[in-house]
């Protein structure tokens, strides 16, 4: 029987939930595997966020990482943008520059978001302000709907691989790019439990290991600690 848990987060997390982990007799590590490069002070990219916020549109985020890079360049000027926007963190940062009545839509995750979109009256064309990497769900979902959608990648991540040198009960997993950069150095001990955010991240996982897979139920890197912390509660 596991008597203090020890966790790995890939990505750093809010002191608070390194208090509740402590909290809940969990020994939580962080260390970061990825590295998010806002991109939207480069001419270009800064100019095509101009172009945007000079006109109406509808806009939509599917990361917190894309609202606070285009909401910081020196292009963005008070748009009169309509969101559809994923719910939690990218709500969340939406919220701390546009009013929830600008905000026609949201969803739990990309293949969703896409479906509230296509179901949305009068939506012919949207932007999606994204990352290097975002994953084809979304686009994919609204140009077999007739959607036109114009992209603009405003941030980059880079992978930052190192060595973990102790052993863990768990990982978490928040992206597929988090998951190539963990595995690139490291092996795992077969008896890992490995909870992933999401099944695009357990896909990725799971090219990589045969270790056990717990995906959250909703996208959140609350629920996906407090996920891990009641699975070792439970199997004490």
């Not at 509230?116 to 932007?127: F, W």
Request: charged share 20%; glycine share 4%.
């Amino acid at each position: 029987m596991i008597q203090r848990p020890t966790i790995l987060s890939t990505i750093p997390l809010d002191p608070f939930l390194l208090n509740r982990a402590m909290d809940s007799g969990v020994l939580l590590d962080t260390a970061s595997f990825i590295n998010i490069e806002p991109c939207s002070h480069e001419p270009a990219v800064a100019q095509e966020i101009e172009n945007v916020c000079a006109q109406p549109a509808i806009v939509v985020f599917t990361s917190a990482n894309a609202v606070t890079s285009v909401c910081g360049s020196a292009g963005f000027k008070n748009p009169g943008w309509k969101i559809f926007c994923i719910e939690r963190a990218t709500k969340k940062a939406v919220l701390q520059y546009f009013a929830e009545a600008d905000i026609l839509g949201s969803a739990d995750n990309s293949e969703d978001l896409a479906l509230t979109i296509k179901n949305a009256p009068g939506v012919r064309e949207v932007v999606f302000f994204c990352g290097d990497k975002r994953m084809d769900t979304l686009p994919a979902n609204l140009l077999a709907s007739g959607i036109i959608t114009k992209e603009t990648v405003v941030y980059k991540t880079v992978e930052q691989s190192h060595f973990v040198e102790k052993d863990y009960d768990a990982i978490l997993f928040y992206s597929p790019s988090g998951v190539s950069s963990f595995f690139s150095m490291n092996t795992l001990n077969p008896d890992t439990v490995l909870f992933a955010i999401g099944n695009t991240t357990a896909d990725a996982i799971k090219l990589e290991t045969n270790n056990k897979i717990i995906v959250c139920d909703t996208p959140s890197k609350e629920i996906l600690l407090y996920k891990a912390i009641s699975y070792f509660k439970e199997t004490n």
